[in-house]
């Protein structure tokens, strides 16, 4: 499978953005789906995942501001981030588990296929 991930680009702090993942090459709607985002010098943290049964898990950091959801006939994977802060800036990369359906992992090692990351800069 390939992920291609859009959406990403410069708001202000307050504004908001749409991210887009759309998976293609295999069954798209059988694994959990993720969004993860990075700083330089840090680890890729878990921003937002979804199982297949629409089962979903948020960063305590984005809850109440973030909603990821799935559209499995597009194949593709959505993260609405509403109320931006500068300290949401990272690069973000859409991920897939495919040896899990239901389980959501917050380890990046459990991930085994990665989109290209579109960055998301908040300005305060």
């Known amino acids: 499978v390939q992920l291609q991930a859009s959406g990403g680009g410069l ?11 759309v998976a293609s090459g ?9 969004w993860f985002r990075q700083t330089p010098g840090k680890v890729r943290e878990l921003v937002a995942a979804i199982s297949r049964s629409g089962g979903i898990h948020y960063a305590d950091s984005v809850k109440g501001r973030f909603t990821i959801s799935r559209d499995n006939a597009k194949n593709t994977v959505y993260l609405q981030m509403n ?6 800036t990272a690069t973000y990369y859409c991920a897939e588990d495919s040896d899990s359906g239901e389980t959501i992992y917050s380890s990046h090692r459990r991930y085994d296929t990665w989109g290209q990351g579109t960055l998301v800069t908040v300005s305060s």
């Open 11 to 21: 708001v202000q702090a307050g504004g908001s953005l749409r991210l887009s993942c």
């Open 83 to 88: 109320s931006l802060k500068p300290e949401d």
């Open 26 to 34: 295999r069954t798209f709607s059988n694994y959990v789906m993720a």
